[in-house]
């Protein structure tokens, strides 16, 4: 049988489990389990006390049907979360629960649905479980050790469910959910499955209420080394030594007076009303500052062999960078490829704002190992300023990279194997100069 036919098959029953698990509570499991087996091993009622056991199970089962508690669509539900959460840090959410029917409900059970963890049928095809070579000739054949890599790689927040939810008529109740970020990443929040048990605590009835949220998940923080820091800090000033007439900046900072326009000023310092009042355009002068400037790039492709472990610890330290510019004032241009294999470029400011939205841009980059590094760095030659100090993060740089990198001066900070594990189970990459080696090219 094909690797196509596994993986559909794997899906429908991923999709009928997952809905199962709603119909049916745990217990209802055990019983309907009891229920089939006591009826199939006490077919003779004379001699044997299964067949009770079938008896009473199956009579709890026929009970259980009858006496469900029906949840209308008087419910309504809102969900708040926050812009951006970090991996591995236990967070919350707040849920409003509305109930505009005539009776008060008790005993619910919130339960978070998010977009299915489920690969494409390209990526399954393509990318192998690491290490499947060595398994044996029927796990290799069924492929289910591969699609259980795949769910775990694309799984990456843990929520709980909320139990023993009361709401009275026409009223409403609010309360907090929590979830733990296992992996950086977007996840799509598809809203809350409301839950009502019957009696006997066997099925349950579920009404699904819509509330969509994209939920960023930024990577882990962690130090900087020292001598990365410092060779950021001596580059700035050897920058603004060599060229600083074009250092300086115009900053939205302390007013110092108004004058008449000159060619060149910028748009955004023109004072509108002073300009309508004395019919010719006004300046405000506002005090001037020096650029702090940085480039950052990020090698998310190439024929490099690709490590999900190494990519993540690397994605994580770039972050870590990024933070450690954005609180001390430097301007970021940052450049990696898209899917489409563009080579994009973002500028992020502290004046502006703009910074989460870089963070935003990281947390749903991807490594494209179907795409030369050769075709990055092409892109990337027409658009980067070879003047300015630039780092480069990547797996493992390629001969093509350390040409455009000893052609601009550029620092290459690479990813190793040597990472830790906490007693928390989460991966933190271990602070020292074996994980991310600074290269001088």
């Given amino acids: 049988m094909s690797a196509e036919f596994f993986y559909r098959t794997y899906a429908k029953f991923s999709k009928r489990g997952r809905r199962s698990r709603l119909k049916i509570t745990p217990f209802g499991m055990i019983v309907i389990a009891v229920c089939i087996i006591s009826g199939t091993a006490g077919l003779n009622i004379f001699d044997y006390g299964l067949y009770r056991i079938f008896t009473l199970t199956l009579s709890l089962i026929i009970a259980a049907k ?199 000023d910028p748009q955004k310092n023109i004072h509108w009303k002073s300009w309508a009042k004395r019919d010719r355009p006004v300046i405000v002068e506002k005090g001037y500052d020096r650029i702090k400037e940085c480039s950052v790039i990020l090698l998310n492709c190439g024929s490099v062999k690709y490590d999900d472990i190494r990519f993540e610890d690397c994605v994580s330290y770039l972050y870590s960078f990024l933070k450690y510019l954005d609180g001390n004032g430097f301007e970021v241009s940052f450049y990696s490829i898209s899917d489409k294999a563009v080579t994009e470029h973002f500028r992020a400011e502290e004046e502006k704002g703009n910074f989460h939205k870089l963070y935003n841009v990281l947390a749903g980059i991807r490594f494209l190992d179907d795409l030369a590094a050769e075709q990055f760095i092409s892109g990337l030659r027409k658009i980067h300023d070879p003047f300015c100090p630039s780092y480069m993060f990547c797996l493992e740089p390629e001969p093509a990279v350390l040409r455009f990198a000893t052609e601009r001066n550029i620092k290459i900070i690479t990813a190793s194997n040597d990472y830790a594990l906490q007693d928390s189970g989460f991966r933190i990459p271990r602070i020292n100069s074996s994980v991310m080696e600074l290269n001088q090219t």
């Fill in 66 to 264: 009858f006496f469900k508690t029906m949840i209308g669509e008087s419910l309504a539900v809102t969900v708040f979360f926050d812009k951006q959460y970090r991996e591995g840090e236990i967070s919350k959410y707040r849920i409003t629960l509305i109930n505009g029917g005539s009776k008060d409900l008790s005993g619910l059970e919130l339960v978070p649905e998010i977009e299915n963890s489920i690969p494409s049928l390209h990526d399954f095809l393509k990318m192998k479980e690491p290490g499947e070579e060595k398994r044996n000739i029927w796990d290799r054949n069924i492929y289910y050790f591969r699609w259980v890599w795949h769910i775990l790689r694309l799984h990456k927040a843990e929520f709980t469910s909320l139990k023993n939810i009361s709401v009275k008529k026409n009223g409403f109740i609010e309360t907090e959910g929590y979830f733990i970020p296992l992996k950086r990443g977007i996840i799509y929040f598809k809203g809350i499955n409301v839950i009502s048990k019957d009696i006997f605590g066997i099925f349950s009835e579920y009404y699904f209420m819509k509330a969509e949220h994209e939920i960023v998940i930024l990577p882990a923080l962690i130090n900087i080394d020292d001598p990365i820091k410092s060779s950021i800090i001596t580059a700035s000033d050897k920058r603004n030594t060599s060229r600083s007439n074009y250092l300086l900046k115009n900053k939205s900072g302390d007013f110092i007076g108004m004058r008449d326009y000159l060619p060149g």
